[in-house]
T-cell receptor, first 114, second 113 residues
Framework: GESVGLHLPTLSVQEGDNSIINCAYS??????FIWYKQESGKGPQFIID?????DKRQGQRVTVLLNKTVKHLSLQIAATQPGDSAVYFC?????????????FGKGTKLSVIP | KAGVTQTPRYLIKTRGQQVTLSCSPI?????VSWYQQTPGQGLQFLFE???????NKGNFPGRFSGRQFSNSRSEMNVSTLELGDSALYLC????????????FGQGTRLTVV
């Protein structure tokens, strides 16, 4: 079935290193992708998004890469900080679906080692 | 600018009871979506409301229902609660237009005993 999934459920990185979180999607009709960060006890927080007509987008310390050929999405966090420890979700959306619906991956837990 | 507000934050109910959860979206947003989050299934789409109309529905039984008011505030209701309904229920607010950000509330933690 169509789904959005993640390669790794957990990721541990040293403070100051760069983190890379990966996501595979199978719905080729998806044209909008979002990364969310969820801290314990909180709702998902928007990090960055990318449209399917782009292959890279940069934010503050974060970069999202989209490879439509292999249906792969990644989130790169530069100079990872303890405050980056959280669960990260990728989500996809299809603009032609007639409504606003996000399909989420299972999530990757990022732990930053001080 | 106020964020998405969900009430209550925590709720404990008994099997067979019903529950109503509330969501106030960001001012100006007309779309409210509801998601269920559990450790086993992750984040799953329940339904989306736009301008008081349900535009889309996920794969959940009819015990799960919702509505949206003219001020865009939304409620979801779960009847005949089951133990498996224990979850974090999240509400997302957006303009409703394609390819735009969705902002989530902190969620309502429902525990069914």
């Amino acid at each position: 079935g169509e789904s959005v999934g993640l390669h790794l459920p957990t990721l541990s990185v040293q403070e100051g290193d760069n983190s890379i979180i990966n996501c595979a999607y199978s719905n080729s009709a998806s044209d909008y992708f979002i990364w969310y960060k969820q801290e314990s006890g909180k709702g998902p927080q928007f990090i960055i998004d990318i449209r399917s007509n782009m292959d890279k987008r940069q934010g503050q310390r974060v970069t999202v890469l989209l490879n439509k050929t292999v249906k792969h999405l990644s989130l790169q966090i530069a100079a990872t900080q303890p405050g980056d420890s959280a669960v990260y979700f990728c989500a996809e959306s299809r603009s032609g679906a007639g409504s606003y619906q996000l399909t989420f991956g299972k999530g990757t837990k990022l732990s930053v080692i001080p | 600018k106020a964020g998405v507000t969900q009430t209550p934050r925590y709720l404990i109910k008994t099997r067979g009871q019903q529950v109503t959860l509330s969501c106030s979206p960001i001012s100006g947003h007309r779309s409210v979506s509801w998601y269920q989050q559990t450790p086993g299934q992750g984040l799953q789409f329940l339904f989306e409301y736009f301008s008081e109309t349900q535009r889309n529905k996920g794969n959940f039984p009819g015990r799960f229902s919702g509505r949206q008011f003219s001020n865009s505030r939304s409620e979801m209701n779960v009847s005949t609660l089951e133990l498996g309904d224990s979850a974090l229920y999240l509400c997302a607010s957006s303009s409703g237009q394609a390819n735009t950000e969705a902002f989530f509330g902190q969620g309502t933690r429902l525990t069914v005993v």
